[in-house]
C-alpha cells in the first residue's frame, strides 16, 4: 500500500476485511508477526517515537470525557502534547466548532464529536493524518464540509490517509484509493485508472429520430459491434473508438444526438471486486502482496 506525499488516499474495505487492524498496527496499537511499514519514510514501529509528532489519527469511535468543554479537552491535549495553546482557537475554527467551544462535549451530537475528533488529530498540525470514518455521524452537509477540510488540508501540504464507507465522496475527495477484501488487496491506484480498468467499454446511443434505432442497431451489428436495444436508446460495446460509431451511422444517413461512455463509478468497482474476491491464497498473482506493506505509506514520491 502506498500513498504519496500531498494527496488524499481512499482505505477502502468490506465490515472485517482489515482496514481498522491496518491502521491499528501503523500507530503501534497491535504489534505484527510480520511485513514491512514505514511512516514518513522511517520504518515503524521501531521509529514511532520519531515520527508520532508528525502523525495526527483518529481510529474507530473517538471517546472524550462527558463534561469537559471542547475547550477543555483540546487545551488538555496541546499540553499533554507540547503544542502551543493558539492551536486550540485556529483547530476549532478550521472545523467548525469555534461557536460551540465553550459547551460540554455531553450536549454535542455525534456529528459534532466527530468534527472535535478531527480537531484534537489536527492540534499538532500534523504531515500525515490517518482518518478511520470521519464523516460517520455526519448530514450531507457535515460530510461537504468534511470534504472541504480535507481540500484544503492537502492544498497546504498534508497527506490524509482515509478510511470510510461512503464511496461516492470518497470518488470526489480521493487522489488514490486501495481497496481490500478479506486482509488482501485487490485492487490500488489513482481512482481515475481504479475506474478506468473496470468500466464496461459499453457507449450510450441515442438517435435525433428514436423510431430509427431499429436501422441503427442493425448497422452497427454489421460493423462487428455488440448492440443491446435499451428502450429509447443503443448499449453498444466492442468498439475502439466511440466516433467509429458516429461514422458507422452516418454512412447510414442516421445522426446521433448522444454518444456517451458509460463509466464505471467506485461503488461498482468496490462491490464487484470484494463481493468475487478469492478466498485468502487463491488471489491473483498481482495482488499477493499483504496490505501491510513493502514500501512507505507517505512521502513515497520525495
Excluded at 521509529?47 to 481510529?59: C, H, K, M, R, T
Excluded at 463534561?67 to 475554527?93: I, R
Amino acid at each position: 500500500m502506498e500513498v504519496e506525499a500531498g494527496q488524499v488516499h481512499g482505505f477502502l474495505g468490506p465490515n472485517g476485511s482489515g482496514k481498522t487492524t491496518t491502521l491499528r498496527t501503523l500507530l503501534g496499537l497491535i504489534k505484527p508477526n510480520g511485513g514491512t511499514m514505514r511512516i514518513l519514510g522511517q520504518e515503524v514501529p521501531d521509529a514511532l517515537p520519531l515520527v508520532a509528532s508528525q502523525v495526527g489519527a483518529i481510529v474507530e469511535s473517538p471517546q472524550f470525557f462527558p463534561h469537559f468543554t471542547a475547550q477543555d479537552t483540546l487545551s488538555l491535549l496541546a499540553d499533554a502534547g507540547n503544542v502551543p495553546q493558539t492551536q486550540v482557537d485556529a483547530v476549532l475554527e478550521l472545523v467548525g466548532l469555534r461557536d460551540r467551544a465553550k459547551d460540554r462535549v455531553k450536549t454535542y451530537s455525534l456529528g459534532m464529536k466527530q468534527r472535535l475528533a478531527v480537531a484534537s488529530a489536527l492540534l499538532k498540525n500534523p504531515r500525515l493524518l490517518i482518518l478511520d470514518e470521519p464523516a460517520n455521524g455526519l448530514d450531507p452537509g457535515g460530510i461537504r464540509e468534511m470534504r472541504d477540510l480535507m481540500k484544503t488540508l492537502t492544498e497546504q501540504g498534508m497527506t490524509v490517509v482515509l478510511s470510510s464507507h461512503i464511496l461516492g465522496e470518497v470518488e470526489l475527495i480521493c487522489d488514490s484509493v486501495t481497496i481490500i477484501s478479506r486482509g488482501r488487496r485487490v485492487t490500488a491506484g489513482p481512482v481515475s485508472e481504479v475506474l478506468a480498468a473496470h468500466s464496461s467499454g459499453l457507449i450510450r446511443v441515442r438517435l435525433e429520430a428514436p423510431t430509427d434505432l431499429t436501422l441503427a442497431a442493425e448497422a452497427l451489428r454489421a460493423s462487428g459491434a455488440g448492440v443491446q436495444a435499451q428502450g429509447d436508446h443503443l448499449l453498444v460495446s466492442g468498439v475502439d473508438k466511440p466516433a467509429r460509431v458516429t461514422k458507422v451511422l452516418a454512412d447510414q444517413q442516421l445522426y446521433v444526438s448522444e454518444l456517451t461512455p458509460i463509466l464505471a463509478d467506485l461503488e461498482s468497482v468496490f462491490l464487484q471486486l470484494t463481493e468475487t474476491a478469492p478466498v485468502d491464497g487463491q488471489h491473483r498473482q498481482v495482488d499477493q502482496s499483504a496490505i501491510v506493506a513493502p514500501s512507505p505509506l507517505s512521502e513515497v514520491s520525495r
